[in-house]
Nanobody, 128 residues
Framework: QVQLVESGGGLVQAGGSLRLTCTAS????????IGWFRQAPGSEREFVGT????????DIIDSVKGRFTISRDNAKNTVFLQMNNLKPEDTAVYYC?????????????????????WGQGTQVTVSA
């Protein structure tokens, strides 16, 4: 059974950077896409980005494009979300999740129901 654990969250000033890490334990996840989602207080969970199992393709939402990047190291069962030039509106709990498998498309990657294992989340707070 795979478990995902996010780390790297914290408090940062606007314009700062954080790197979130999603680490898998149990069976490796290098055959699956990994997605990042976030949820701000009082808001629905929002897709942030996804990366295919090979790491060759990523998809990022427009609001963070150019500031956030996703990468992975399958040898270490780890996926990263590098967040630069953070803004107060990026404040949220960030979750990583494992895709259910099969041919991965951008549409599938943006859909929360296409992920079957979720981490517990890590808080990111950006002060103005």
């Amino acid at each position: 059974q795979v478990q995902l654990v996010e780390s790297g969250g914290g408090l940062v000033q606007a314009g700062g950077s954080l790197r979130l890490t999603c680490t898998a334990s149990g069976r490796p996840f290098n055959s699956r896409a990994i997605g990042w989602f976030r949820q701000a207080p009082g808001s629905e969970r929002e897709f942030v980005g996804t990366i295919t199992w090979s790491g060759e393709q990523t998809d990022i939402i427009d609001s963070v494009k150019g500031r956030f990047t996703i990468s992975r190291d399958n040898a270490k069962n780890t996926v990263f979300l590098q967040m630069n030039n953070l803004k107060p509106e990026d404040t949220a709990v960030y979750y990583c999740a494992r895709g259910v498998g099969g041919t991965w498309t951008a549409e599938r990657g943006r859909t929360a129901t296409e992920y079957d294992v979720w981490g517990q989340g890590t808080q990111v707070t950006v002060s103005a």
